[in-house]
């Protein structure tokens, strides 16, 4: 019987929401010792005892135990941000590894990579990487030194994930060697996400995007295609759900909810836990994500929303923007439309409001279907498990 491979999943803070998904693919390692290095540890929803973590002194000096990811932002930040310049973390984990180093260590996020791997030559053991999505293109066109910090990254390290087959060729684009590369697909868990029977009645139609206040979630589309809906669908409703990143973009969304008096119309939420996420879908028709490339370079790559809310039975509308193609199949599991095409989005809005209910039955169960062949965070992580044995075998 094999020794379980002792990984090291490194990240500069553990763990967001956004990456929940992460927890159950390295959950789900068969044969692998998980330990988890970060500057910044939350002892939240994702803190999974199973593994085992190396918090950074300074934290459990100053703050012991931080339970919530949106607590202390400014100690956050400042943990985060100081590692780029003294990478007093990185030091600390070589002194508290030297004489019992990981078999293999795996950065998430293309800057993580770049900077543990003078770590991993120290340690004298491999570094694998996984790309997401800003770090593709949105990094290097907003601080181009990292163009050559990833050549050498991609030169030293042992394997680059990427999430898709989209990303992949990016990376390779960028100068990874397509012989280090590999795809594993962010992957929710199914148990966690059951499907639900839902009923559609002709004429009404609840919409749910849930996502992060930023440029390239298409919040703005959203609200223009539904806006140009109502005027032949009158029982339309939208809730909108997602933390408030972008100040700018928050207050340009609530002047068009004012200026449109959509107030009656749109539900905004700010938050809501993601252990209850797969109940909340059960209150909607449809989710709505159309993602875009933001003025930045910014970009998705799978929004594991997406899959989320399909293995629930929700159609989705999106658009053709990076591997949404493959997140949805357009014409069976949801509708996709070109980037910031409003009026493609709005009448696949008409068209789901006025679907009737046999025809919605055979969207909602494919989606399902789709995510369960395509998307399950079992097969996901055996994959991951066999890169990381090759790597050191």
């Not at 989005?345 to 696949?348: A, F, K, N, R």
């Given at each position: 019987m094999k020794q379980p491979l002792k990984t090291l999943q490194l990240f500069d803070f553990y763990l967001p929401s956004t990456l929940s998904?992460?927890?159950q693919l390295l959950a789900h390692l068969p044969a692998t010792q998980v330990e988890v290095a970060a500057p910044w540890i939350v002892q939240g929803p994702y803190f999974n005892p199973l593994f085992h973590y190396h918090p950074f002194p300074p934290q459990r000096w100053l703050l012991?135990?931080?339970?919530?990811?949106?607590?202390?932002?400014?100690w956050l930040r400042l943990f985060i941000a100081t590692q780029r310049y003294v990478p007093t973390y990185a030091a600390w984990l070589y002194f508290h590894l030297k004489n019992n180093p990981p078999d293999v260590l795996h950065a998430h996020f293309g800057p993580i990579g770049c900077l543990y791997l003078p770590l991993a030559k120290r340690l004298n053991r491999p570094l694998v990487v996984s790309f997401y999505g800003f770090d593709y293109t949105k990094l290097p066109n907003l601080r181009p030194i990292y163009l050559e910090k990833y050549r050498r990254l991609f030169a030293d390290a042992a394997r680059v994930i990427a999430a898709?087959?989209?990303?992949?060729?990016?990376?390779?684009?960028?100068?990874?060697?397509?012989?280090?590369?590999?795809?594993?697909?962010?992957s929710p868990?199914?148990?966690?996400?059951?499907?639900?029977?839902?009923?559609?009645?002709?004429?009404?139609?609840?919409?749910l995007q849930v996502a992060s206040f930023t440029a390239?979630?298409?919040?703005?589309?959203?609200?223009e295609a539904f806006r140009m809906a109502l005027t032949h669908c009158p029982d339309l409703q939208l809730t909108l759900v997602g933390e408030r990143v972008n100040a700018a973009l928050v207050q340009e969304v609530q002047q068009f909810i004012q200026a449109h008096q959509l107030e009656q119309r749109?539900?905004?939420?700010?938050?809501?836990?993601?252990?209850?996420?797969?109940?909340?879908?059960?209150?909607?028709?449809?989710?709505?994500?159309?993602?875009c490339h933001a003025p930045d370079g910014d970009h998705e790559d799978t929004p594991v929303l997406i899959l989320e809310a399909q293995a629930t039975g929700l159609p989705v509308i999106s658009t053709l923007h990076f591997n949404i193609p493959a997140a949805v199949q357009h014409g069976r599991t949801g509708l996709l439309a070109t980037e910031h095409d409003f009026l493609a989005?709005?009448?696949?809005i008409e068209r789901f409001?006025?679907?009737?209910?046999?025809?919605?039955?055979?969207?909602?169960?494919?989606?399902?279907q789709h995510v369960a062949a395509n998307f399950d965070v079992k097969n996901a992580a055996l994959h991951l498990a066999e890169l990381y044995r090759g790597v050191v075998e």
């Open positions: 998904w992460v927890e012991p135990k931080v339970e919530s990811e949106f607590a202390h932002p400014r898709s087959e989209v990303g992949r060729e990016r990376l390779i684009a960028l100068g990874c060697p397509a012989d280090k590369l590999a795809v594993v697909p962010p868990r199914l148990e966690h996400f059951p499907f639900q029977k839902r009923e559609k009645k002709s004429g009404q139609l609840h919409l390239k979630k298409g919040h703005l589309d959203t609200l749109v539900i905004w939420l700010d938050f809501v836990d993601h252990r209850q996420l797969a109940a909340f879908f059960g209150g909607f028709d449809v989710f709505i994500h159309p993602s989005l709005s009448q696949y409001y006025w679907m009737e209910n046999t025809e919605y039955q055979a969207f909602s169960a494919a989606a399902r």
